[in-house]
């Protein structure tokens, strides 16, 4: 099998004390793709290890299909970050394997304390993550303690130690519309596209960190204009991390999970997804015979910077995934009382969504679909 390659990734890094932002610079591993034999070979592997070890597989809907396909042909889930934690949880699999990236472990494990967390490749991270470093999101809260603290499931452990709430795509819309009726003030980390959104349509008062998302902040307003004239009856399906001339064109502004739901539910025959590529392997399980359209990014091949696929989701692989199961390397590991800190804003975001009864995840009853779509609607 070839060796693996390393490659240079630039992003967005905010610089909230200059109230300015840099370009800064990350890399990621660009894994071997594995010959059909070896793809065979290693599934089998994967299978009989999982039974051995008494682990779960969670995965993303950003990665590799082979391994959203082997999550759940062994009883695993293919969710949003959130969706994979509650199951880990829930499962009674004391080992959990989670293919995404590094914050998705780390709630998992804050989630499951008592539980072993292992990960194909502990720096898979995200660009919204590493734009927003404890330390200094820290200061930034110390700054203005008038205000509740909310951020997004893309941040760190220590971040999450530092906030009041968390929420994901899917409900930070109802939870800041909420706090809003309540006269409370927000300091939102870290995407300042989805924090602009909720904003826009809340009308609350927030202070935005200004991160963003490597993969959506690509996505562009006027070459998506084209492509719509090229389509004239596909349906957009944008997620909010997206900037706002991509949001304004959309049918649907939703999470993964809304947006493959939307797929199912919405009566045409194409869509232009503005989301990471990745999930455009379960809408097509989701809705055979639909046609699933990239939105355009800023450029194509080596002039783009993701060119609509996470760098990091990419690293994680069914070579790394083996060995990880083989050895128990890779383990994720939150100091105790960061855990107990972080815990407190996924739970009241948990309690939150259990009063509401609010839906996540998308199932094959297309009616019970709709409450999905509370709080999130067109653009």
């Not at 259990?354 to 653009?379: C, H, M, V, W, Y």
Request: a negative charge; proline letters at 5%.
């Amino acid at each position: 099998m070839p060796s693996t390659q390393i490659k240079t990734i630039e992003f967005e890094r905010p610089q909230m004390a200059q109230g300015s932002s840099c370009t800064a610079h990350a890399w990621a591993r660009v894994p071997a793709t594995p010959s059909p034999q070896e793809k065979s070979e290693l599934k089998a592997r994967i299978k009989r290890l999982l039974v051995e070890k008494q682990a779960v597989l969670v995965a993303h809907y950003y990665v590799d299909a082979d391994l959203q396909d082997l999550a759940e042909e062994t009883g695993g889930c293919v969710s949003d970050s959130l969706e994979m934690a509650r199951f880990g949880r829930d499962h009674p699999a004391q080992t959990l394997v989670v293919a995404g990236v590094k914050f998705m472990g780390e709630t998992s494990k804050i989630l499951s304390p008592h539980k072993r967390v292992l990960m194909p490749d502990l720096d898979a991270t995200c660009s919204l993550d590493l734009g927003c470093p404890a330390d200094e999101f820290s200061a930034f809260c110390d700054a203005h303690p008038d205000r509740t603290v909310v951020v997004y499931a893309n941040t760190s452990a220590a971040v999450k130690a530092r906030a009041d709430w968390m929420v994901t795509s899917s409900i930070g819309l109802d939870i800041v519309a909420h706090l809003h009726a309540q006269g409370k003030k927000i300091l939102w980390a870290p995407d300042k596209h989805l924090g602009g959104y909720i904003q826009k349509k809340t009308g609350a008062d927030m202070l935005l960190w200004q991160g963003s998302c490597l993969v959506h902040d690509e996505f562009k307003g006027i070459e998506l204009e084209l492509l719509r004239k090229q389509h004239p009856g596909a349906k957009v399906l944008v997620h909010p991390e997206s900037p706002q001339d991509v949001v304004d064109q959309a049918d649907v502004v939703g999470s993964t999970s809304q947006l493959i739901a939307a797929a199912q539910m919405l009566d045409a025959e194409e869509f232009i997804v503005a989301t990471d590529n990745g999930i455009l392997h379960k809408m097509r399980m989701a809705a055979p015979g639909k046609r699933f359209i990239d939105a355009p990014t800023a450029g194509n091949s080596a002039t783009c910077k993701s060119c609509a696929h996470c760098p990091w989701m990419a690293m994680n692989g069914l070579q790394n995934l083996a060995d990880v199961l083989e050895s128990g390397s890779n383990e994720i590991h939150v100091e105790a009382e960061t855990s107990r800190k972080a815990v407190i804003c996924i739970d009241r975001m948990l309690d939150f969504a259990a009063e509401r009864k609010a839906n996540t995840r998308p199932s094959s009853d297309l009616a019970q679909e709709q409450a999905l779509f509370s709080g999130i609607g067109p653009a």
